[in-house]
């Protein structure tokens, strides 16, 4: 069973600030590595993805692979209270595996 | 353009009943997977259909059932419904047999069972 374990939250940081999500992954084989949104009540939405070692900035959003420790992480830069919800982190080719999600509070 | 679409967006199942849910894709794309998410949990891969043939199955019982039609689009049918399988069903849309970049998820269909 290939597993997706994310930090456990929720993470509560203010307006402006850098927050951290973080996940590691069992299936040392992984190739693929996603970040979705998913506001409460809502539906995923894919706003990152990473299949290299490194980093990979989109915005205020970047996404750190290590293919050797098996962490994958998400910062968000001067975060605002929309990007409260919560974020699951997905591994996988053709199916994906979800961790459970880490919810994140940004205060005014 | 129309995003993935799923009917019912919310139902109201007793134990041991059935329950289909629907799906249509994004114009274009051939890929649907099903995901079930419970409450507080991430979603959990059920199947993948690509060009109308089953590309995948997750650790689901018989119960769970699936098919895709010759417009792409796709059934999820669940028989002898238990409390458990109160959940979010997520549609997910994507054009090729794999390309997580490009998988796009509908809004769900919320079922509760009683």
């Known amino acids: 069973q290939k597993e997706v374990e994310q930090n456990s939250g929720p993470l509560s940081v203010p307006e402006g600030a850098i927050a951290s999500l973080n996940c590691t992954y069992s299936?040392?084989?992984?190739?693929?590595f996603f970040w979705y949104r998913q506001y409460s009540g809502k539906s995923p939405e894919l706003i990152m993805f990473i299949y290299s070692n490194g980093d990979k900035e989109d915005g205020r959003f970047t996404a750190q692979l290590n293919k050797a420790s098996q962490y994958v992480s998400l910062l968000i830069r001067d975060s605002q209270p929309s990007d409260s919800a919560t974020y699951l982190c997905a591994v996988g080719q053709s199916r994906l595996y979800f961790g459970r999600g880490t919810q994140l509070t940004v205060w005014p | 353009d129309a995003g993935v679409t799923q009917s019912p967006t919310h139902l109201i199942k007793t134990r041991g009943q059935h329950v289909t849910l629907r799906c249509s894709p994004i114009s274009g794309h051939k890929s649907v997977s099903w995901y079930q998410q419970v409450l507080g949990q991430g979603p959990q891969f059920i199947f993948q259909?690509?060009?109308?043939?089953?590309?995948g199955r997750g650790n689901f019982p018989d119960r769970f059932s699936a098919r895709q039609f010759p417009n792409y689009s796709s059934e999820l049918n669940v028989n002898a419904l238990l409390l458990g399988d109160s959940a979010l069903y997520l549609c997910a849309s994507s054009d090729r047999a794999f390309s997580g970049n490009t998988i796009y998820f509908g809004e769900g269909s919320w079922l509760t069972v009683v």
């Open positions: 299936d040392r084989g992984s190739q693929s």
């Open positions: 259909y690509y060009e109308k043939e089953e590309r």
